[in-house]
């Protein structure tokens, strides 16, 4: 589950921000890992399978561009990036490193089943998510398997649009191999893990900022909803819950912003089903912030 919201304002920038992905706890987290991994919440990560806690999977975008102007940026996450139009109204091709890496720190090995691979896509076009699903960067259905311990990596670097923004994903699934070299039940011992980064570079200047959270309220005292999911896995307690969502923007600059309307959108995903659940106002005065907030029941 997570929730995110999208800002649009006049001067075209874009902000997204998704939390950290609210992971389903299965009590096989406390299975013991190798080499003292300890499985993490991450703002990238989404680990499901009760039979391999054990994963670490990413996806991250790197500027590496060796323009002058971006000296300041070279090297850092892609979010740092700002690109301005130039003299003929076009945005720039910025060179930029997708680095992509997964390990298995469970203690067997796990064959890379059809759906395993390293990919990115561009947020424009028609099906462009999809084409690049079927036709990853590297596909890793025929490499054999991801033996225990082992991780494996790839790096690219190339030249982008920046008027279009991407995402840069890694995706793990695969049988888990038995000690004697067989493969176990699909439908019992079988692994998935998932990362992904927004790669949302921004455009313009504009001072806008969004946020959002999940909290629930436990005997009068407020927790975030992961800590609450994460308390009721260690009892052994999982049960729906009553949980509040509150999104908020804000216009840091010294001037009233108009809003797009229709790009400016507030979100909620849970499972692979995206909502759009209510929309910022059309204007948000200087130095001023505001909200929307929905109660939903949450099934932990």
Known sequence: ICESIIMKCNTKRIVRLALAPILMATGARSQQCLNGF???????????????PCLDVDAKCFITDNDPLYDDVRGKRCSALTVELDDNGVYPNVELEYRWEMCNQNNFDIKFDEKAKFYDWA?????????????????LENAGRLKSGECRSEVIRGMFDTSTRYNVATQLEGAVY????????????????YAYENV??????????????CNVTVEGVEKSCQSYIEMLDQGGNCKPF??????????????????????????????????????IAESIPANSCTSFESKRVINS
């Open 38 to 52: 300890v499985p993490k919440a991450s703002n990238r990560v989404t680990i499901v399978g009760k039979q391999c």
């Open 123 to 139: 947020r424009k076009g028609t099906n462009t998510k999809a084409k690049n699903i079927a036709n990853p960067r590297f596909a």
């Open 178 to 193: 038995a000690a004697d070299g067989s493969l176990k039940d699909e439908s019992t011992d079988y692994c998935y893990a």
């Open 200 to 213: 949302n570079i921004k455009r313009g200047l504009c001072k806008v900022s969004t946020g959002a959270v």
């Open 242 to 279: 009553d949980a509040s969502f509150v999104w908020e923007a804000c216009n840091e600059e010294s001037y009233d912003m108009k809003i797009v309307k229709n790009a400016s959108n507030i979100k909620l995903t849970v499972g692979d089903e995206l909502a759009t659940i209510g929309q």
